[in-house]
């Protein structure tokens, strides 16, 4: 996170704190993968190319 603006990490972390940075992400960002691990993130890449 450290190439991000100081306020969006103090937003995150607070976010992280108070349990609601999992919720706020799910509500941002409604769709969801089944790609768990960096291996399949490969294989899936390398399927897209």
Known sequence: MA???PD??????AL???GRLSDNLQRRYPG???IGSDG???EHVQ???
């Open 3 to 5: 190439g991000y603006p």
């Open 8 to 13: 969006l990490r103090a937003q995150i972390r």
């Open 16 to 18: 992280i704190v108070e």
């Open 32 to 34: 969801h993968h089944d």
């Open 40 to 42: 399949a993130l490969y």
């Open 47 to 49: 399927e897209c190319g």
